[in-house]
C-alpha cells in the first residue's frame, strides 16, 4: 500500500479526530490543535489543561470536550479556539472518554477506579456516577449515530487461588441511570474494542493461550462471527478502529498499520509507521489521519483503491 499525495507532518499526536462534518481535524499531542482539512492549515493552536490525554467532538461539531491523565475534564469553542469551561476535577483520577450524548447536553467517561459519570456539558455538574468494584474503564464509545454508549470493563487481578473473571462490555442507553448497563460481551483477555459505525458489531482484541486474536462479535448476544489470531501489539499498538463504512478494520500493530477487511478478517493492506498510537478516518475518502508518539501524519491511503 502507496500513499497518493504528500502527508501533513501533524507533530507528536497521542489522540487524532475528524469533526462531524469532516472539515476539520482535531490533533491532541502537548497542546490541541485544529486543522483545515481542505487547506491543510493550522485555525488554533491551545493548552487548556495539563497533560490532555482525551477529546471528542460534540455531535454537532461546535464544541470539543477533554480530558487529561489526572482525570480533569474541560471543554473548548471548536471554532474560537477558547476555553468554555474547566470542571475543576482533577481528584477523579485518570482514565477514558470523554463521550458526548446525541444531544449535546451530557458527557461521560470513566475511571481506572471502575466509575462511570455523567455531567452536564454545560455546568460539569456530576448527574450520574456508578461505581464498579475492582474494575478498571478502560474505554467509552458513542454507538449507533451517538444514541447509545459502549463502556470496556477491565476486570482486576484476584487474589491467587480464585478465578479470574472475564472483562467484559456493557450498552448504556442516554440519560444513564442507575442499573441501566447491559452486558454485550464478556471475553478473558480483552484488550481493546471498537463498535462497528452501524452500532451491530464489536471488533475485540484479546489474549489466550499466550497468543493474541482479533475477532468480531455480533453486539445484540455477543456471538463470534469471526476471528483470527494476531501477531502481538505491544504498547499503544493495540488500538482499533473501523471505516466510516464498515468494510475495513484497521489496528495500531507494532511499528506497522494492519488493514483486515470485513467479513473474513482476512489482511487487506499494511503500512508501516513509527510508534502508532491513534487513527481515525475521514468519511468517503482514503484520507486518514494517524496519531503517532514521534510525529503523526495525515495521509491518503489506498484502502478503497485497493479492496475495490
Known amino acids: 500500500m502507496t500513499a497518493v499525495s504528500k ?28 486543522w483545515d482539512v481542505a487547506a491543510r492549515t493550522k485555525l488554533w493552536r491551545g493548552k487548556f489543561i495539563a497533560h490532555m490525554s482525551g477529546m471528542a467532538f460534540s455531535p454537532d461539531g461546535g464544541r470539543l470536550a477533554i480530558k487529561s491523565t489526572t482525570g480533569q475534564m474541560a471543554v473548548v469553542d471548536a471554532q474560537a479556539g477558547q476555553l468554555l469551561l474547566n470542571f475543576q476535577n482533577k481528584r477523579d483520577g485518570e482514565g477514558c472518554g470523554p463521550a458526548w450524548s446525541p444531544c449535546g447536553r451530557y458527557l461521560a467517561d470513566g475511571g481506572w477506579d471502575g466509575r ?18 475492582g ?5 467509552v464509545y458513542a454507538i449507533d449515530g451517538g444514541r447509545r454508549l459502549l463502556v470496556q470493563h477491565g476486570v482486576k487481578s484476584v ?6 473473571p472475564p472483562d467484559y462490555c456493557s450498552v448504556w442507553d442516554w440519560p444513564l441511570q442507575a442499573g441501566g448497563g447491559r452486558v454485550v460481551l464478556s471475553l478473558p483477555g480483552l484488550m481493546s474494542c ?29 456471538s463470534c462471527l469471526a476471528t483470527v489470531p494476531v501477531e502481538a501489539g505491544g504498547g499503544t499498538g ?21 488493514f483486515y477487511g470485513w467479513p473474513g478478517l482476512d489482511v487487506l493492506a499494511q503500512e508501516d509507521f513509527t510508534y502508532p498510537c491513534a487513527l481515525d478516518f475521514l468519511p468517503g475518502s482514503p484520507l486518514a489521519a494517524i496519531g503517532s508518539w514521534e510525529s503523526g501524519m495525515l495521509m491518503d491511503l489506498n484502502i478503497y483503491k485497493e479492496i475495490a
Not at 466510516?244 to 500493530?253: I, N, T
Open 7 to 34: 502527508p501533513l507532518k501533524l507533530g507528536c499526536s497521542y489522540g487524532v479526530r475528524f469533526s462531524p462534518d469532516g472539515m476539520r481535524l482535531a490533533v491532541l499531542g502537548r497542546d490541541l490543535i485544529l
Open 116 to 133: 462511570l459519570r455523567m455531567r452536564e456539558a454545560q455546568t460539569g455538574e456530576v448527574l450520574f456516577t456508578q461505581v464498579h468494584p
Open 135 to 139: 474494575e478498571m474503564l478502560r474505554g
Open 159 to 164: 487474589d491467587e487461588g480464585l478465578l479470574q
Open 194 to 222: 471498537a463498535p462497528s459505525p452501524d452500532g451491530e458489531r464489536l471488533a475485540a482484541l484479546h489474549h489466550a493461550g499466550g497468543k493474541e486474536y482479533l475477532s468480531v462479535h455480533a453486539l445484540a448476544d455477543g
Open 238 to 258: 493495540n488500538a482499533l478502529r473501523w471505516l466510516p463504512d464498515g468494510s475495513v478494520l484497521g489496528r495500531l500493530g507494532k511499528g506497522k498499520l494492519l
